[in-house]
């Protein structure tokens, strides 16, 4: 083999170890490559992923800046009405309240009944359900629930029952049925504490 190569002339032993070197260099860059390239695939799909997390995150913040706007416009509803609320809240209140709009509306209150005596006011946190009838034409009867529901101690009115008199002398009249929750002191304070926060 030794003495093969000392046949060969300079030039060809040159151009051997240069095509050996550049086969070597060659060989050695293919298994770069490929490594290379399926390390910058990986690369591709993990910044790719990465992007459609941060495009989700992005409309998550939108959207949690809305909800955000929302709750402060709600508190500040929520603020106002609670410096309605009148100092003192007992049934005289609820029912002069309540008489008040009746007489503004045209209709008249036939049943005033709280569930449970109105006495302990100032001790109770939960609200208090009041069972009222009125009756009266449809649209005093529709202008007294709105404003019903605008006084600022009433929590919620969740049922109301209108029906037609059954008598045949006035058939314009209705009589509705409606279940009130007014707000206990202790409750509006909970309400306050609440608004701080």
Excluded: Y
Excluded at 136 to 152: E, I, K
Excluded at 157 to 167: K, N, T, Y
Aim: net charge neutral; charged share 20%.
């Amino acid at each position: 083999m030794m003495a093969q190569w000392k046949a060969l002339s300079i030039w060809h032993r040159f151009g051997l170890l240069v095509g050996m070197m550049l086969v070597c260099l060659l060989g050695i860059h293919l298994v770069m490559w490929q490594t290379m390239s399926h390390s910058l695939e990986e690369l591709q799909r993990e910044v790719a992923r990465l992007d459609q997390e941060g495009h989700g995150l992005l409309q998550k913040t939108d959207s949690l800046k809305a909800i955000e706007r929302d709750i402060n416009a709600l508190r500040e509803n929520l603020a106002a009405r609670v410096r309605q609320l009148p100092e003192h809240i007992e049934s005289k209140v609820f029912r002069r309240d309540v008489m008040g709009i009746a007489k503004r509306r045209s209709v008249t209150v036939r049943v005033w009944k709280p569930e449970g005596p109105l006495t302990g006011l100032q001790h109770s946190e939960a609200s208090i359900p009041i069972a009222v009838r009125v009756e009266g034409n449809f649209q005093g009867t529709v202008q007294f629930l709105d404003d019903l529901r605008q006084l600022a101690w009433v929590e919620s009115i969740p049922s109301i029952v209108m029906a037609g008199r059954s008598e045949n002398d006035d058939s314009s009249l209705l009589i509705t049925n409606l279940v009130m929750h007014g707000l206990t002191p202790l409750g509006i304070e909970h309400v306050q504490q609440l608004l701080k926060t």
